[in-house]
């Protein structure tokens, strides 16, 4: 039972790794700009929360997941899907409630699920999904397959039962799964401190859980955090709490404007100020892994790639209205 504030080490993570993660980030970035706009021009049924500005919690993480580890999300779950290996032109297209999307349109942006890259689903419902990730994990234990679990979730679950009836099995089964807390301050327009008693951290470490706290801005730290906890559950320590310090930069969802009521634009700044993809950016030239000209080709080569993923799902076809009642389960 541990806590600690982890750092990056730069020797244990390549050039090569570290340009991916930028990479993902920006993807991220720019695939939430576009669903952004597909909002306001009313292209997009619905609403859409956008990870903005956490990029570096999600890529942080999958990057030290195998392909057939699992993982469960959010309604902000955009972000863990693209980092897992989702392809940004089907998200599009189950965004859109296309034939093509990921449900095949049924699902929309806040029930996206990839069996194919180990994610189970993201959950409207706040903490829904932490079932889910300690069930896969207990399957994966018994069935020896050695796969790792992670539930992303926000701080707002910290009040859902659920968390604290999985957190004790978990640990009681010693089951290979990983509780990432997302803490980006607000639940919806609450600040976390008028819902949350008591230390985060606690919580987990109540039941005897190992857990520790990163800066959620910092890529390097994040991943240096989620390696550790992932080795040590793989080799059967049991499950790990990681709390990931965070900030949303745009509205809680894409309507979500006028913000001033309950967080200044004054506080929005000092967040951006510390920008995930910035920081990595600016280490990455430091260190001499790479240059500014290099980091803005790959962001105009993922321009082009996102922008030709909006144009097919755009122009993919929806699915047949006699297929209504297909792949619903619930
Ligand atoms: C069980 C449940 N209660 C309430 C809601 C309405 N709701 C949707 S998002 C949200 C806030 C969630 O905050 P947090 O978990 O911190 O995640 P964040 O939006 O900050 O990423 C709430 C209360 C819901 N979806 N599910």
């Given at each position: 039972?541990?806590?600690?504030?982890?750092?990056?080490?730069?020797?244990?993570?390549?050039?090569?790794?570290?340009?991916?993660?930028?990479?993902?980030?920006?993807?991220?970035?720019?695939?939430?700009?576009?669903?952004?706009?597909?909002?306001?021009?009313?292209?997009?049924?619905?609403?859409?929360?956008?990870?903005?500005?956490?990029?570096?919690?999600?890529?942080?993480?999958?990057?030290?997941?195998?392909?057939?580890?699992?993982?469960?999300?959010?309604?902000?779950?955009?972000?863990?899907?693209?980092?897992?290996?989702?392809?940004?032109?089907?998200?599009?297209?189950?965004?859109?409630g296309k034939e093509a999307?990921?449900?095949r349109g049924k699902?929309?942006?806040?029930?996206?699920?990839?069996?194919?890259?180990?994610?189970?689903?993201?959950?409207?419902?706040?903490?829904?999904?932490?079932?889910?990730?300690?069930?896969?994990?207990?399957?994966?234990?018994?069935?020896?397959?050695?796969?790792?679990?992670?539930?992303?979730?926000?701080?707002?679950?910290?009040?859902?039962?659920?968390?604290?009836?999985?957190?004790?099995?978990?640990?009681?089964?010693?089951?290979?799964?990983?509780?990432?807390?997302?803490?980006?301050?607000?639940?919806?327009?609450?600040?976390?401190?008028?819902?949350?008693?008591?230390?985060?951290?606690?919580?987990?470490?109540?039941?005897?859980?190992?857990?520790?706290?990163?800066?959620?801005?910092?890529?390097?730290?994040?991943?240096?955090?989620?390696?550790?906890?992932?080795?040590?559950?793989?080799?059967?320590?049991?499950?790990?709490?990681?709390?990931?310090?965070?900030?949303?930069?745009?509205?809680?969802?894409?309507?979500?404007?006028?913000?001033?009521?309950?967080?200044?634009?004054?506080?929005?700044?000092?967040?951006?100020?510390?920008?995930?993809?910035?920081?990595?950016?600016?280490?990455?030239?430091?260190?001499?892994?790479?240059?500014?000209?290099?980091?803005?080709?790959?962001?105009?080569?993922?321009?082009?790639?996102?922008?030709?993923?909006?144009?097919?799902?755009?122009?993919a076809p929806y699915p047949n209205v006699d297929e209504v009642g297909e792949d619903v389960?619930?």
């Amino acid at each position: 039972m541990t806590t600690a504030t982890v750092h990056s080490d730069p020797a244990t993570t390549g050039a090569k790794q570290w340009m991916e993660m930028y990479r993902r980030m920006v993807a991220i970035r720019l695939f939430e700009e576009h669903v952004n706009q597909l909002y306001t021009r009313a292209l997009m049924p619905g609403l859409a929360h956008l990870y903005i500005g956490e990029e570096a919690v999600a890529v942080g993480i999958c990057e030290a997941l195998r392909r057939d580890d699992y993982i469960t999300s959010t309604h902000r779950g955009h972000g863990h899907c693209l980092a897992k290996g989702a392809a940004p032109d089907r998200m599009f297209a189950e965004l859109l409630g296309k034939e093509a999307g990921y449900c095949r349109g049924k699902g929309g942006s806040m029930h996206i699920a990839d069996p194919d890259t180990g994610n189970l689903g993201a959950n409207a419902i706040v903490g829904g999904s932490l079932g889910i990730a300690t069930g896969a994990a207990l399957s994966a234990k018994r069935q020896g397959t050695k796969r790792v679990a992670v539930s992303f979730f926000g701080e707002g679950a910290l009040g859902q039962g659920l968390l604290y009836e999985v957190m004790n099995l978990a640990q009681l089964w010693k089951l290979p799964v990983i509780y990432v807390c997302e803490n980006n301050l607000y639940t919806e327009y609450t600040h976390y401190s008028e819902t949350t008693a008591g230390d985060v951290v606690a919580r987990a470490t109540a039941f005897g859980i190992h857990a520790a706290t990163v800066d959620g801005q910092d890529v390097r730290a994040v991943h240096e955090a989620a390696k550790r906890l992932v080795d040590r559950s793989r080799r059967g320590d049991g499950p790990a709490f990681l709390l990931c310090n965070t900030y949303r930069y745009t509205g809680h969802h894409v309507g979500d404007i006028n913000r001033e009521y309950y967080r200044s634009k004054e506080e929005e700044q000092r967040w951006k100020e510390r920008d995930p993809i910035a920081l990595l950016g600016r280490w990455m030239i430091e260190q001499k892994l790479s240059e500014a000209a290099a980091l803005k080709a790959l962001q105009a080569e993922l321009t082009v790639e996102i922008e030709k993923a909006v144009q097919f799902a755009l122009a993919a076809p929806y699915p047949n209205v006699d297929e209504v009642g297909e792949d619903v389960y619930a």
